[in-house]
């Protein structure tokens, strides 16, 4: 995708496959991290929509387990957060603005230390 152009869907369809690939009987995470609005292929919502709804383990308990995937997703600067709301999962703390790159740079730094 050239510069300046967002596809959230195909990077989420992609993640799909990824997940698809993974262990059966894992909890499974998926980061979306954007500073836009995604304007190359269909509405990233229904993407993530798939994506929630897949089913690895028909055992899993999800009452007592939580969902089998959750959708994590970053807005930073300039993002659209009212995609990026419909993005995450619907649960408390999968949603998350970040103001500028440098507040990012530092997350991630002390995230890896």
């Known amino acids: 995708v050239p510069a300046g152009y967002s596809a959230t869907h195909a990077a989420l369809a992609r993640a799909k496959d990824v997940v698809l690939a993974s262990r059966t009987t894992s909890k499974k995470a998926v980061i979306v991290i954007t500073d836009g609005k995604s304007n190359v292929g269909p509405p990233p919502v229904r993407a993530s929509i798939q994506l929630r709804s897949l089913v690895w383990d028909e055992g899993w308990n999800s009452t007592a387990s939580g969902p089998q995937l959750q959708i ?42």
């Open 72 to 113: 994590y997703a970053f807005g930073i600067k300039d993002a659209y957060m009212p995609e990026v709301r419909s993005i995450a999962s619907p649960l408390q703390n999968h949603t998350f603005y970040i103001p500028t790159f440098q507040a990012f740079a530092e997350l991630a730094r002390s995230l890896h230390d």
